[in-house]
């Protein structure tokens, strides 16, 4: 094979991994309870990582954590009976994924639907933007940042009224 198609197929091996560290990621966070594997969910992160929320809103919601057992801390606290989220689904869309040798950043933006243990109900947009690195072997998350773009409570997601559609 020829070293410009190697680099090819590393590069969308790469890009593939990245995505599927951070779809595995959304799929804990949307699961996120007393029985998600919180080992798992801390290893999506480099040792070194750093989880932070930006901007006014989510620096002062979140703040900033450094280092694996930092960001595995934070996730535990929302690992509680009853668990903090009743429902928490995360959308992903706009993906840009960009991979320079053994580093890559992505970009997503992010809808957020949530219920909580209370029964108020939240719908959240957010810019991610995420360096991966690898790591063992494996791409991890380096740096998260997630700034919100927009933030409103709601009063239900699920409704019996009735859904407009054209005459048959």
Request: charge should be negative; charged fraction near 20%.
């Amino acid at each position: 094979m020829s070293q410009a198609l190697e680099q090819r197929l590393r590069q969308l091996e790469s890009e593939h991994a990245v995505r599927t560290c951070m779809n595995r990621y959304m799929e804990l966070c949307d699961a996120l309870d007393t029985s998600t594997p919180l080992e798992e969910l801390a290893g999506l992160f480099t040792a070194d990582a750093v989880w932070e929320g930006k901007g006014a809103k989510y620096a002062k919601s979140f703040g900033g954590y450094q280092g694996r057992e930092a960001i595995r801390a934070m996730f535990a606290g929302y690992m509680t009976e009853p668990a903090h989220f009743a429902l928490n689904v995360h959308f992903l869309c706009s993906e840009l994924i960009r991979v320079e040798g053994s580093a890559a950043h992505g970009s997503w933006v992010m809808l957020q639907t949530s219920t909580f243990a209370s029964g108020a109900s939240h719908l959240n947009a957010a810019r991610l933007t995420v360096a991966f690195r690898e790591e063992e072997g494996l791409w991890r998350m380096a740096h998260f940042q997630t700034e919100n773009l927009f933030s409103r409570p709601v009063e239900a997601w699920n409704s019996d009224a009735h859904l407009p559609v054209p005459e048959k």
